[in-house]
């Protein structure tokens, strides 16, 4: 497995601004993935992040609004850019981590984020 | 498309009961299959996984799961709940196939347990 860490943990934000999030592996690992999980709902996969590639974003997700850095092997950053109420979530990074037959993804604690 | 139904929102057992949650999973062949449990305000904890063999999957804090095919289910199981047990529980698959990278989760809406005392 993996430990993951994430900023901030959660926060309160006012409609208009911009968020980043960060998520801090203790390995080298290839492939990270951000979620968001809305209010009742269950997760959904924002993007895929590969170091020393552009992210690749799921239907319905944008670099516009989601921007996603992947600068080393540990470590990944997603923004939440001009937030309105709808935005407010739960935000998850995980990491894929092999295994036995098949790899595994394993997730960050989230951060919380309410718009105001 | 693949797709996760778990039809019980919320289910609530009193400590020391036995515990079944339900999964059903819509594939086109059998996919990697995966019980996560989250606490309050924490993130995701894998608590078992089924690529292939054994259809009884044994996970951490004493759950099991069994895959049956021919009910394209993956049913999580627990003979005695404790307190700590009361979490969401999110069963999810992802599609088999060579090089075993499973990145495409798919996620039920989870099931939330309450743990009467």
């Known amino acids: 497995s993996a430990v993951i860490s994430q900023k901030p943990s959660r926060d309160i934000c006012q409609r208009g601004t911009s968020l980043t999030i960060q998520c801090q592996v203790d390995s080298q690992v290839t492939m990270m993935f951000w979620y968001r999980q809305q209010p009742g709902q269950s997760l959904t996969l924002i993007a895929t992040a590969n170091q020393g590639s552009e992210a690749t974003y799921e239907s319905g997700f944008v670099i516009d609004k989601f921007p996603i850095s992947r600068p080393n092997l540990t470590f990944s950053t997603l923004t939440v850019s001009n937030m309105s109420p709808e935005d407010s979530s739960i935000y998850l990074c995980?990491?894929?981590?092999?295994?036995?037959?098949?790899?595994?993804?394993?997730f960050g604690p989230g951060t919380r984020l309410t718009v105001l | 498309a693949q797709s996760v139904t778990q039809p019980d929102i919320h289910i609530t057992v009193s400590e020391g009961a036995s515990l079944e949650l339900r999964c059903n999973y819509s594939?086109?062949?059998?996919?990697?299959l995966f019980w996560y449990v989250q606490s309050p305000g924490q993130g995701l904890q894998l608590l078992l996984k089924y690529f292939s063999g054994d259809t009884l999957v044994q996970g951490i804090k004493g759950f099991e799961a069994e895959f049956k095919r021919s009910q394209s289910s993956f049913n999580l199981r627990k003979p005695s709940v404790h307190w700590s047990d009361a979490a969401e529980y999110f069963c999810?698959?992802?599609?088999?196939?060579?090089?075993?990278?499973?990145?495409?989760?798919?996620f039920g809406k989870g099931t939330l347990l309450t743990v009467n005392p």
């Open positions: 999810a698959v992802a599609p088999s196939g060579s090089g075993g990278s499973n990145y495409k989760l798919t």
């Open positions: 995980s990491v894929e981590i092999a295994g036995g037959l098949t790899d595994t993804q394993y």
């Open positions: 594939y086109g062949a059998t996919p990697y």
